[in-house]
T-cell receptor
Framework: ETGVTQSPTHLIKTRGQQVTLRCSSQ?????VSWYQQALGQGPQFIFQYYREEENGRGNFPPRFSGLQFPNYSSELNVNALELDDSALYLC?????????????FGPGTRLTVT | ELKVEQNPLFLSMQEGKNYTIYCNYS?????LYWYRQDPGKSLESLFVLLSNGAVKQEGRLMASLDTKARLSTLHITAAVHDLSATYFC??????????FGTGTRLTIIP
């Protein structure tokens, strides 16, 4: 059983650029949620994808967008990067209906915007 | 809007002592999670609490849930240095979408 993986591990971008982060969900999980964790804070929910459709969104602007693919992997895209977008981006996979209700987090992508 | 508050935010304790971290949340939820995070690392799942009165234990950590009081506790028994980390509680607001608390940074002093 493979765990949740994310790529890249680290990324440095310039303000105004665009970035794509990737997440592969745990085997058997069909739901991927993305979170942003700024330094010294708790993670904040960005959005969730279930069966390739967005299934809920947090308080983030439209320049944060995503995709989920048929194999349940997912991408997070951020356009027009701002300095405040510097954070650790975490994805979590789950499968609604499982009695354990576990969510497994990936190792994260550290994004630095200069 | 669901709000989740943890206290204390910072906790420094001696090895061998006991202490409790508190997690309060503002609206009804059916699930509460506890996670551990080491510096620069991702989140490690500790407990999922599913019902009122639920209690789970793993090693020196024990978590409980009181849904009527909207309160969860994480109790640390006879702390050891390896437990130094930041601990987050998180509340489910629908289909595994989580609202996280502010975190408690725990430092165990020899």
């Amino acid at each position: 059983e493979t765990g949740v993986t994310q790529s890249p591990t680290h990324l440095i971008k310039t303000r105004g650029q665009q970035v794509t982060l990737r997440c592969s969900s745990q085997s058997g999980h069909n739901t991927v949620s993305w979170y942003q964790q700024a330094l010294g804070q708790g993670p904040q929910f960005i959005f969730q994808y279930y069966r390739e459709e967005e299934n809920g969104r947090g308080n983030f602007p439209p320049r944060f967008s995503g995709l989920q693919f048929p194999n349940y992997s997912s991408e997070l895209n951020v356009n027009a990067l701002e300095l405040d977008d510097s954070a650790l981006y975490l994805c979590a996979s789950s499968r609604p209906g499982l009695s354990s209700y576990e969510q497994y987090f990936g190792p994260g992508t550290r994004l630095t915007v200069t | 809007e669901l709000k989740v508050e943890q206290n204390p935010l910072f906790l420094s304790m001696q090895e061998g002592k006991n202490y409790t971290i508190y997690c309060n949340y503002s609206t009804t939820s059916d699930r509460l999670y506890w996670y551990r995070q080491d510096p620069g690392k991702s989140l490690e799942s500790l407990f999922v609490l599913l019902s009122n009165g639920a209690v789970k234990q793993e090693g020196r950590l024990m978590a409980s849930l009181d849904t009527k009081a909207r309160l969860s506790t994480l109790h640390i028994t006879a702390a050891v240095h390896d437990l130094s980390a930041t601990y987050f509680c998180a509340v489910n607001f629908g289909n595994e979408k989580l609202t996280f608390g502010t975190g408690t940074r725990l430092t165990i002093i020899p």
